[in-house]
């Protein structure tokens, strides 16, 4: 076995060596690449899709980054015990609480999943994980002050956005706990399962390691984790925007039931980040109603395509299925109630 997991880290080691030589060979001469014929010859249709995956990505990364060193500080210095004691008992108690957490900490769509996944795996329980799963990228302070500053002449689209999103998180959350109750979700690789066995039966203390070095390696192995799982959701990503024909998006839109489907199917299809994502949106201002805006502002950051691929990779495909359909649906209802009475 040591000898089988010696093999694998020297592979490892040397495929990303080999990577690393390939990357400095082609920064270092990107003018006679650029010259060749063969470069110049791939249709401009995917030279705009490799700028958006890049885009996609670079945006991306330094989220994932804050969010696998947060996922490794609960994973450091975080205890079981210590989420239990602060749970509230009830269930649906619970929920309130969990919106608010999310309201505090600045965490965006693009580095909430690993978050979610290691407080679940400490022991949160999954409705309560669901609800700061799609309360945090919308109600913290960040994507507040980037709401204000794109709609400063309409602010009814930041109350809308906020209200709905708190609300809505709570009525998710609530779903899924009465659809799931306490069952366990995530998917568990061999090792963590081994890992969780021993835990649970071993009555020898661990050896106090060095716990910041513990959370820097603990940090790099989750971005290569995640990170794999961004890039393919973020090519995908790339595809859609680019072969996608919006002009019959836009005119299937005529309508406040239309419209809203649309914006929703844009705000996931096209997986930005919730931080920036007000101002894309107020450029669609013309062509689209105020509630199918509002739904591109509280869907997308709930769900979306690159997300979808980590949810996918990391929960059970049943519960990502449900957690799908339930978001989808609510928000869908929620907007043309909003849309219908008081809007």
Not at 26 to 36: A, H
Not at 181 to 195: A, Y
């Amino acid at each position: 076995m040591k000898l089988k997991e010696s093999l694998s880290s020297v592979t490892k080691d040397l495929i990303g060596l080999l990577l690393l030589i390939v990357f400095l060979i082609l920064f270092f001469n990107i003018d006679y690449f650029k010259d060749q014929e063969a470069f110049n010859s791939i249709p401009q249709a995917w030279l705009n899709v490799n700028t958006i995956f890049l885009s996609i990505v670079i945006e991306a990364i330094p989220f994932i980054l804050l969010g696998v060193f947060f996922s490794s500080l609960i994973q450091i210095y975080v205890s079981e015990e210590t989420i239990q004691r602060y749970l509230p008992r009830n269930a649906l108690s619970a929920l309130v609480p969990a919106a608010v957490l999310g309201a505090i900490f600045p965490i965006c769509e693009c580095a909430i999943v690993p978050v979610v996944r290691r407080l679940i795996k400490k022991g949160m329980p999954l409705h309560i994980g669901v609800v700061f799963l799609v309360a945090a990228p919308i109600l913290n302070p960040i994507v507040a002050a980037s709401t204000y500053f794109a709609f400063r002449n309409d602010l009814s689209v930041l109350y809308s956005r906020m209200g709905l999103a708190f609300v809505l998180a709570i009525l998710i959350g609530a779903i899924l706990y009465l659809i799931f109750k306490n069952s366990d979700q995530l998917k568990w690789s061999t090792e963590e399962l081994i890992g969780k066995q021993k835990g649970a039966t071993s009555q020898v203390p661990v050896r106090q390691m060095n716990r910041f070095k513990q959370m820097f390696y603990h940090a790099s192995d989750e971005f290569f984790l995640m990170g794999k799982y961004l890039i393919a959701g973020a090519f995908i990503a790339s595809l859609f925007q680019t072969f996608l024909d919006r002009n019959l998006l836009a005119a299937i839109g005529s309508n406040e039931w239309s419209s809203t489907a649309v914006m929703m199917a844009f705000a996931f299809l096209l997986s930005l980040c919730s931080e920036a994502d007000a101002f894309v949106a107020s450029s669609f201002g013309s062509t689209f109603t105020t509630g199918s805006i509002i739904a591109f502002l509280v869907y997308g950051p709930m769900l979306d395509l690159k997300n979808t691929v980590m949810l996918f990779a990391f929960f059970k495909a049943k519960f990502v299925i449900t957690f799908m359909i339930t978001v989808t649906v609510v928000v869908f209802v929620a907007i043309m109630g909003l849309q219908f009475f008081i809007l």
